[in-house]
């Protein structure tokens, strides 16, 4: 039997060396035996091929970044140009006709099993490899195992009932008798915990090329699927949570053990902001468990940039003139940054005013977060935003603010103008802080006498906040902003631990994401966000009729085409679709 070898090398997104531009003149590489295709330099291309594909198959409608997803929270407006500009996501915005035939559901569907794919391709060489030829061969495998297991896991955060493909070597008929209900929801985070173990068993402590998870990377995936498992939502009649797992809080604590990212020289940063930075030196800082990697001039014709956010640069004047400007931070996340005297961000009543940077208290975050009309973009000052039609496409419909985090400076070296825009800056998808967070969080669920540890793990976050202000030094001499964050003192019972590490976990992860999935997991999704449609309803026309269905919205529906497709195999989520 003869294999065709279609061999697609993408070191760049490993960071390893440049490439020509392969894309341009790539031919079929010949005929290979069986035994041929074991050679391990194939082996290897395979892997990276599989690599590549988690930034090859993304693209500005969908991000595996799951910004566009993210409107659906409290933290985001869809932004754009008008409710028609993206019409699909409004929809998702307002949680408001949404069809089981808009392209974007189907679309991230695909992208993703494409992802699964390219992997589980990579799985069924390696494990036809001889290890004494191939002795990289089980550290390869818990890679493979790891990106299957980060694929399944958007998945099922956006859809919940998936099909998983673990058999590498499935035939088209055995693909065609999938079932999207074979596991239930907490059986179904097995799986992808069971890919993370092999994964943490086998990945080192350090990887050469920064791309590679390790086994911290592992710690930190197998943390966060934890702390999703521990919510139990298993009748399959509701999206409710009906227990909290103490066991599943018990492996998040085990995972988020500080040691093992010791181990590998992880931990916090020292400023924040470095988080988000382009700068070579920045990148793959001690915070970045996992990160995609992009880069720049790098030999190739474009470089491997990261053009998955080319649809939230905003309006810059003598800039871009034209930039799409989606992705907007909402009134309600920039209201949450709001600090009292002591330096403690108003939980539960933060939104009863907007801010005003001239009179509020405001956690250092805030700026280093959201773009804020009177203050410079991006940190240049040849850049201050205003509220005007210049900076918004909407002209105010969606407000004046913007992202910070996936955008970087007009004239940085880092970036690459377009029809869109490109940079090198890495997307990390695993960072430290998310991780101590989590762990938090499952102590005070716990409630077994650690809420303490858990007020001090904010505090730690905290007081990296209140030092990271390295590109925003001048801003209160110069524009008149105040800045007050402090740790917590004093004890607090379960209820209030709660609140405050939920809180922290908005103003550390605002505009990665994070928010719409959070309160879906909490089971807080249509309280948080009914509230949040009704509020905004009163000055913003965009939610007039939003609603969250409970029971409903907290998942997109499988894909018509996928239901169509599975020989009645699939079965729709609830809620009517």
């Not at 202000?469 to 110069?478: E, F, K, L, P, V």
């Amino acid at each position: 039997m003869k294999k065709i070898i279609y061999i697609v090398l993408m070191l760049a997104t490993l960071g390893m060396t440049s490439c020509s531009d392969f894309l341009d003149d790539q031919k079929p590489q010949g005929t290979l035996s069986d035994e041929q295709v074991k050679d391990p330099k194939y082996v290897d291309n395979l892997v990276i091929s599989a690599y590549a594909i988690f930034i090859s198959a993304e693209d500005i409608n969908s991000s595996f970044s799951m910004w566009n997803f993210d409107v659906r929270s409290d933290d985001a407006y869809k932004g754009g140009n008008g409710t028609s500009d993206g019409d699909v996501f409004h929809q998702l915005e307002i949680e408001q006709g949404v069809l089981t035939t808009n392209w974007n559901i189907s679309d991230m569907w695909q992208r993703l099993y494409n992802c699964i794919s390219r992997v589980n391709t990579a799985i069924s060489l390696l494990d036809q490899v001889d290890a004494s030829s191939y002795p990289k061969k089980s550290e390869r495998l818990a890679e493979m195992k790891f990106l299957r297991a980060y694929a399944h896991f958007l998945l099922k955060r956006l859809y919940k009932n998936i099909p998983f493909i673990i058999d590498a070597n499935l035939t088209a008929a055995q693909y065609n008798t999938l079932s999207n209900r074979e596991y239930t929801n907490d059986q179904g985070w097995q799986v992808i915990i069971d890919d993370l173990m092999e994964a943490y068993n086998n990945l080192p402590v350090h990887q050469a090329d920064k791309g590679r998870p390790t086994k911290a990377s592992a710690a930190a995936f197998l943390t966060k699927v934890y702390m999703y498992k521990a919510y139990h939502q298993d009748n399959e009649n509701t999206n409710e949570v009906t227990s909290i797992s103490k066991d599943d809080l018990l492996k998040a604590i085990q995972f988020s053990d500080p040691a093992i990212y010791s181990a590998g020289g992880y931990g916090l940063e020292s400023d924040f902001h470095n988080n988000f930075r382009p700068e070579p030196q920045y990148e793959n800082g001690k915070e970045s468990l996992w990160a995609m990697q992009y880069s720049i001039n790098d030999g190739t014709k474009n470089g491997n940039l990261n053009w998955s956010y080319g649809l939230i640069v905003p309006n810059i004047p003598g800039v871009t003139d034209g930039g799409c400007d989606f992705y907007k931070p909402s009134q309600n996340l920039v209201n949450a940054y709001r600090t009292d005297a002591n330096g403690h961000p108003y939980i539960g009543t933060f939104n009863t005013k907007d801010y005003d940077k001239t009179t509020d208290y405001a956690d250092p975050r805030l700026f280093l977060t959201v773009g804020i009309p009177g203050l410079p973009y991006e940190f240049n000052p040849k850049f201050i935003m205003d509220q005007s039609a210049t900076w918004s496409r909407s002209n105010g419909l969606y407000g004046y603010y913007v992202t910070l985090k996936q955008n970087v400076d007009p004239e940085s070296p880092y970036l690459k103008k377009g029809a869109w825009w490109g940079t090198s800056e890495n997307r990390i998808v695993f960072r430290y802080a998310d991780v101590l967070l989590e762990r938090a969080e499952a102590l005070v669920q716990l409630n077994d006498g650690r809420i303490n540890e858990a007020i001090n793990i904010v505090n730690e976050i905290r007081n990296r906040a209140k030092q990271s202000t390295g590109a925003i030094s001048n801003y209160q001499s110069d524009y008149g902003v105040r800045m007050n964050i402090m740790p917590y003192l004093g004890t607090y019972n379960q209820t209030e631990a709660l609140n405050i590490v939920k809180m922290e976990r908005r103003l550390e992860m605002g505009m990665e994401s994070e928010r719409f999935f959070d309160l879906v997991r909490w089971g807080e999704a249509d309280i948080v966000l009914n509230k949040y449609f009704a509020e905004e309803a009163s000055h913003c026309s965009i939610y007039t009729n939003a609603h969250f269905t409970k029971n409903k919205n907290e998942y997109l529906p499988i894909p018509y085409a996928q239901i169509a497709a599975s020989n009645g195999n699939y079965k729709q989520n609830i809620g009517q679709w």
